[in-house]
């Protein structure tokens, strides 16, 4: 019998963790001369002050 390691039994497969994904929209809206950019959860749903800063900060650091 074999007894596989805790990190391993508890490392989810790809499958799991994108199906537990939450999934949020980044939505570009032309303000005047300016565009807004915000981070939604759904058409009705802005998502939360956290979560928008960490994705708009991701964004940012991407644009090279």
């Known amino acids: 019998h074999y007894a596989v390691p805790d990190f391993i039994a508890?490392?989810?497969?790809?499958e799991t963790v994108e199906a537990r994904a939450e999934r949020y929209q980044v939505?570009?809206?032309?303000?005047?001369?300016?565009?807004?950019?915000?981070?939604?959860?759904?058409?009705?749903?802005v998502a939360p002050a956290d979560v928008a800063r960490k994705v708009l900060s991701v964004i940012q650091d991407n644009l090279g």
Request: aromatic fraction near 0%; proline fraction near 4%.
């Open 27 to 45: 939505r570009l809206s032309k303000v005047g001369e300016n565009v807004q950019v915000t981070v939604e959860k759904n058409i009705n749903t």
């Open 10 to 14: 508890l490392t989810p497969d790809k």
